[in-house]
């Protein structure tokens, strides 16, 4: 009689039972099942907090591991419609703060204007882009040699044919050149060479001699245009307070203020008309470059600048 092959009475009632092999199991020791009403137990008592480790993990009889079973939250769960429209307003937001900030350069500090012609040769040609300072003159002074954009005094420009580009091109660009955005395509505006500030007396003797100041014969040649005369006609003025004698580098093909006499203001430009000073041509990028005050005009005496 092999009396390892059944279980006791005692086994039984102390809550062992036998597997295949004979061995005797404890299974006093399961976890507490709960009752559908939370809290109560068949065996010994069931928490909430058992009741959410029941939920959340289970555990392996044979090897003891717990499995912690995720649930999805909602929190990570995403509407591709709601995250469009946060990008959207982003982008929005973003193009408004841009345009405001172009408007506030282009209105105080700088804006960007188109070459039309060729009477700034060989300093600036036809289609270049240039980037005019609105702080000269202001905060800072304006001087001889300085390349200007300035407002027509009146009827220095021939009538122009404007550009067709349809009601909503044109609408979007004069949008874009409000804001800053395009370059202002020159039809009502000039760019020329100070060569006279207020109280200068400017002369020219004969077409091909230099250009005087103040009985100073300067020295041009770092800008004109190879083979163009310097003064290309004969003229004698002195400049009037709070105005400018402007020349084009190009001088046989520059319709500046030896051409313009009986024009309003006498072929001087008001200071008040000076959009600001051009300080670098930023398109073509091959000829970036920076427009500084050339210094061909140190030995000439009278007022150093006008502010």
């Not at 392996?60 to 929190?75: F, I, K, N, Q, Y």
């Not at 973003?94 to 345009?99: F, I, N, P, R, T």
Request: a neutral charge; aromatic letters at 6%.
């Amino acid at each position: 009689m092999q009396g390892a092959s059944r279980s006791s009475p005692r086994a039984r009632q102390r809550g062992h039972r036998h597997d295949r092999d004979g061995a005797v199991i404890d299974t006093s020791a399961r976890a507490p099942r709960c009752d559908r009403k939370v809290g109560a137990t068949r065996r010994g008592s069931c928490s909430p907090g058992d009741a959410s480790t029941m939920i959340n993990g289970m555990t392996d009889a044979r090897s003891g591991d717990e499995t912690t079973a995720t649930l999805p939250s909602a929190r990570s769960k995403q509407s591709p419609v709601g995250g469009f429209g946060a990008a959207v307003r982003e982008t929005v937001l973003v193009l408004a703060v841009a345009l405001v900030v172009s408007l506030v350069v282009k209105t105080f500090l700088a804006q960007a204007f188109f070459i039309p012609s060729e009477s700034m040769e060989d300093t600036l040609l036809k289609g270049d882009r240039v980037i005019v300072s609105k702080l000269t003159p202001g905060p800072f002074d304006l001087h001889r040699g300085d390349v200007i954009v300035f407002s027509d005094p009146g009827h220095w420009l021939d009538p122009t044919v404007a550009t067709r580009r349809g009601p909503v091109g044109t609408v979007v660009a004069d949008a874009l050149t409000f804001v800053g955005l395009l370059p202002e395509d020159s039809d009502e505006h000039l760019i020329k060479r100070v060569v006279g500030l207020p109280g200068d007396h400017v002369v020219c003797t004969e077409a091909r001699s230099r250009v005087s100041v103040n009985g100073v014969a300067v020295d041009e040649s770092a800008y004109l245009k190879p083979g163009v005369a310097p003064c290309g006609k004969v003229f004698d003025v002195i400049v009037p307070a709070d105005r400018l004698w402007v020349m084009g580098d190009n001088r046989d093909h520059s319709g500046d203020s030896r051409y313009h006499p009986d024009a309003p203001y006498g072929g001087f430009v008001p200071v008040e008309l000076v959009t600001g000073r051009a300080v670098a041509v930023v398109w073509p990028l091959g000829r970036g470059t920076w427009l500084g005050t050339p210094t061909d005009f140190d030995s000439v005496t009278g007022v150093s600048g006008v502010s």
